[in-house]
Every structure is written in structure tokens, then in C-alpha cells.
């Protein structure tokens, strides 16, 4: 009996039907985008400073600018690089009483003003912005801008949570059914969050948007892949990604165009109740299908596949034979991973560089939210270098190699966050374009980890490695809101030290590692475990099949 994949090289491995789905489930992978580095544009922070009580009154009957109303009212900065006082204090003064005058108006009270007392921003803060966000609604600055940080660590919990337990529930209860439930809960939590009258109930949708986004998006690559070709897997897998990357840019123009958060969060969510349509386009997977022992159904799948590609089935296949026979089974555990010696290498090294891809990856837009200029164009920039990101790995795995471009891209992203620390500031240019090649290597180091984690690891635990090492990159974003954000208070620019480091750390890491283009996926630990020898060639033996003729002796 055939398998799937030798039924495809006869009903099309990457024809029309193959095309279609891809298209589909690539409008799925875009609209991952808003909910992976939405906080850019949902959170970003303006300048602000303390609300006064009679300040706008004064000011109006003086005939203040905005300039001199700030220098007459507001604490002056702090020390170079570091935090502003003018944000988040104020001076303690009445400034209802009529003894206050229009020229420098604190002069009659102190003659330094430094000697005033100053307080905390009791009614509120001025934000200096047309729009608005999250930041600005629920006032998550000064003291509370922890709370901003906790906001995108819920979502990348979330994506752990999801992420790890979205294995068994597609295997469980198949591709499609997990696919519509994650669709149908990401859009409706997504609304719901829109419309959050307080921040613990935005909290909470977002966390409920990271439990089922991506686990959804997971869900639609594993379908794409289960769909085509063993030849085209890898392709569809990289292209899936870029559809991630087409996201971000529809997010920077849409952001642009729509400043008020609740507006922007109902605008990019509204459309994944469309992908319930999908109930009617997307069939089951034919191999899940196969593995549950739903011979007829898969065929069903199968023919229907053939029916679109314009290609006929032949009559004589019926039955489909399992991908892999039924054997021993082994049941894998976490001490397998760090059992032996090389396992145990690959796996520390691994989740190393899962977590530094997700920290420099997510890192990076934060900290480039913060600079403090045309947000939508430098988000949108930085996109634009993920596209070259993608073909320089489909140009160069095969042909150089997996470990060298990889190491390389870890420490071309690690070398741009160091040199953007010493750019002054009037190179603008300089500092964008160096940005955006830290951002095109750890996009290219970020696929690169997909694509080797499942090379290194012998069958029987391939799975759980990629499952427990891919989790590090959940966990690392949930420590880089609060890694951004409060190191940012120290010094702007401390983030990206830290980022270089763990970025040339992890590009130094990967040359440890054996490499594997060209090498069939290990079956057993030993194999595995003798990736990085050189392989014998195996003694090539010839028999001869000599036939013996009876001769009758007379």
C-alpha cells in the first residue's frame, strides 16, 4: 500500500489545491503579526508630564507657549541617560493663587527652584499625542509602568501555555476542528479586548489571545506541511514566515492610519472571523487522518486533492499505508535530552538560542518604539529587511551550509545592537540602517533555529526536542518587556549592550554544533551522538549469485 507522500508525487506535490491552501493559511500566518509585536503600537508611550491644577489656566491668561510653560511649571531633566523627573514629578504648588506671576512665575516662591518641594503626578498626566494607547488610557507610566511590561509578558505566557499543549490537542482531536476553535476564540477575545473597560480585563483577553493565536498559527504550518511534498516543506515553511513578515508591514500602515488603539486592536482583529470560512476550504489533514485509522476519510481528502490538481487517482489505490509501521514504541522524557553527553550539548545550545532569538527579536522593536521618532516608518523599515532575510537562507542552506550562515547571522545582529550604541544621534540615517541589519540577522538566525532543532534530535524524541527547546522562545519574551523597558530607565541605550552580548554569545554557541546539510535525521542516540564525527564510508561488498549446473559424469 502507498503512503501519502507517494500518492502526491502522483496527484501533484505543489499544484493548484497545495497553492490555494497555502494562500489561505498564509493570511492567517499575516494576521499573527498584531498580536506577536502589537505592543509597539497599542503601547506606545509618548511624552508626557504631570497634570497641574491651574496650570492651563495660568497659562492661557499669560499667554504661554507650550515651551514656556513647560520651562515655567515642569522639573527640569535629569542627569544625561537616564530617567526625566519632569515625567513623573511635579512641584507642590497652588498654582490657583493670584501672588504667582507670567514671568517665571516659582521665582517669588524659591530663588532655586531645586530647594521646592516636589511630589508624585497626583491628577493624572498630559500626554503630548493626538492618538492614543493603552498607555495613555490607563496611565501605565511612572509607577505604574511595570504594568506595560506585564501586559506583553501575559501574551508571550500565553503563546508558552498554548504552545505546549497545542502538540497533543491537534493529535488528539485533528488539524481542522483545533484550527476553527483557536480562529473563532483569537478573534472574539481580541474584540473583547477592544472593548476593556479596565486594564485586569484587557489583561486578561490578551493572555487569552496568547493561549490560542499562536497555537493557531502553529496549527496552519503544521497543515501547509502536511499538504505538500516532502521536497517542498522546507519552502512552504520559509514563505510561511515571510507571510508573518507581509503582516507586519499591513500593521505598520494600519497603525499609521488609525492612532487610537481601540480602533487599531478592532481593525486588525475583525478579520479573523473570516477564517471560520475556512470550515469550507481547508479539509482535514490526509496524514492525521491516516494515523487515526480513518482509512476512508483520508482517501476521501486524497481524491479530492487530485479532483483540484486536475490529476486522477489510480484505480487500484484504496487503502493508504501508515507513515510509520507500528513497532516498539518508545516513550520519550525530558532526561533524554540531557542524558548523553552530545544530546545534552545540543540541547543546552539550542534553547540558548531560542531564547536570544526571542529576546533580540522582540527586544529590538520595543527598544526601537522608544527611540522617539517616526515609529511607523523605522517598524516599517525594519520589516522590509526580513524579505532579504528569507532568500539569503533559501539561497545559502544548501549550498554552505546550515551552521556557518547561522552563526553568522547571531553575530551580525549581536555587532549592529553594539555599533547603533555608539552612532550620535544626528546620524540618523546610520543608526536606522544598522538597525535593520541587526534585525534582518536575528530573523535569519530566528528561522534557522526552526529549521535545525528538528535535525539534531534522533526519531524518538524529535518532537519533544523541538516542543521543550521552542518553549525558551516564550519564555524569553516574557522577560523582554521588563529587560526593554526598565533597563531603558537606566540608560537608553543599555538594552542593546545586553542584547549584543547575548547575541555574539549564541553566534560563538552555534559553532559547537555539527552540521547537518546533507546528513539523513538521525534515528538513534548513537547516530546522534556521531553527528559531529566524520562518517566511514561503509564497505561496499559485491555478490556474485553463481549458478550451478548439474553435469551428469558418464
Known sequence: MPTVDDILEHVGEFNFFQKQTFFLLALLSAAFAPVYVGIVFLGFTPDHRCLNPGVAELGQRCGWSLAEELNYTVPGAGPAGEAFPRQCRRYEVDWNQSALGCRDPLAGLAANRSHLPQGPCAHGWVYDTSGSSIVTEFNLVCANSWMLDLFQSAVNAGFFIGSVSIGYIADRFGRK????????????SGVLMAFSPTYPWMLTFRLIQGLVSKAGWLIAYILITEFVGLSYRRTVGIFYQVAFTIGLLVLAGVAYVIPHWRWLQLTVTVPNFCFLLYYWCVPESPRWLNSQNKNAKAMKVIKHIAKKNGKSLPASVQRLRPDEEVGEKLN?????LVRTPQIRKHTLILMYNWFTSSVLYQGLIMHMGLAGNNIYLDFF???????????????TID???????????????????????????DLQWLRVTVTCLGRMGITMAYEMVCLVNAELYPTFIRNLG????????????????????????????????????????AGGLVL???????????????????????????EKMIYFQVKKLDIPLN
Not at 476542528?177 to 472574539?188: E, P, Q, S, V
Not at 520519550?332 to 533524554?336: E, N, R, T, V
Not at 547516530?527 to 564510508?537: L, S, Y
Request: net charge negative; charged share 15%; with cysteine.
Open 332 to 336: 520519550p522524557s525530558f532526561l533524554d
Open 177 to 188: 476542528l483545533c484550527l476553527l476553535i483557536t480562529i473563532l476564540i483569537n478573534a472574539a
Open 512 to 538: 559547537l554544533l555539527p552540521e547537518t546539510t546533507g546528513k539523513a535525521l538521525p534515528e538513534t542516540v548513537e547516530e546522534a551522538e556521531n553527528m559531529q564525527r566524520p562518517r566511514k564510508n561503509k
Open 399 to 425: 549550498r554552505i551550509g546550515r551552521r556557518y550562515p547561522w552563526a553568522a547571522a547571531n553575530m551580525v545582529a549581536g555587532a549592529a545592537c553594539l555599533a547603533s550604541v555608539f552612532i550620535p544621534d
Open 381 to 395: 523599515y525594519s520589516a522590509l529587511v526580513e524579505f532579504p532575510a528569507a532568500f539569503i537562507i533559501i539561497l
Open 466 to 505: 523541538v516542543l521543550i527547546c521552542s518553549s525558551m522562545c516564550d519564555i524569553g519574551g516574557m522577560f523582554t518587556p521588563f529587560l526593554v523597558y526598565r533597563l531603558t530607565d537606566i540608560w537608553h541605550e543599555l538594552p542593546l549592550v545586553v542584547f549584543a552580548v547575548v547575541g555574539l554569545i
